[in-house]
């Protein structure tokens, strides 16, 4: 009867432990890395909702004085960069995307703002990853990123790179 038992405690000890050494060996994979940072970032193109960043730039929290934190969502939109990224802090998009469960939280340290259309100024956090992809231009880019919460400005708006 106990060899049975220690049998299976054994296969199960096993198992935990290649399963953690599998992990953490992945883990090591910036390309997984990536894919895993929002949860969404490997979504193909047609899996991301095109907005108007003139309209989507309008959401405010359903409750004044709130912030609405959501499971980040995949947009694609369109806007001219304005200004370069710049470092700042990100705290609360830190703790926004912990919130939610994302697991690795990505590395996002910068801010850039884009201009829509219609002339409306809109700031975006870059992820560290895709800042070397946007510098100041006449032309407006095809962007693409997360929707991560809705404050008093407005969406908070997570930009991963260029469609």
């Known amino acids: 009867m106990r060899k049975p038992i220690l049998v299976i405690v054994a296969l ?15 883990l090591q994979d910036p390309e997984y890395q990536r894919q895993r940072t929002l ?3 490997d979504a193909p193109l047609k899996g991301r909702q095109q907005v108007d960043l003139d309209v989507f730039a309008s959401l405010r929290p359903a409750k004044e004085g709130t912030r609405d934190i959501l499971v980040p969502a995949p947009i694609e939109f ?3 960069v304005l200004a370069a990224p710049e470092p700042i802090k990100t705290d609360y998009l830190s703790t926004a995307l912990s919130m939610v469960g994302v ?3 990505p590395q996002v340290g910068h801010r850039m703002f884009v201009e829509t259309d219609e002339g409306l100024v809109v700031p975006v ?18 962007m693409v990123g997360h929707h991560v919460y809705t404050y008093r400005k407005g969406p908070a708006i997570v930009v991963d790179g260029r469609a």
């Open 12 to 26: 199960v000890a096993f198992g935990v432990a290649g399963y953690t050494f599998y992990t953490s060996w992945r």
């Open 39 to 41: 949860g969404m970032l």
């Open 78 to 80: 369109e806007a001219r």
């Open 103 to 105: 697991s690795p939280i």
């Open 125 to 142: 956090y870059v992820w560290q990853g895709a800042v070397d992809a946007f510098a100041p231009g006449e032309r407006p880019l095809r």
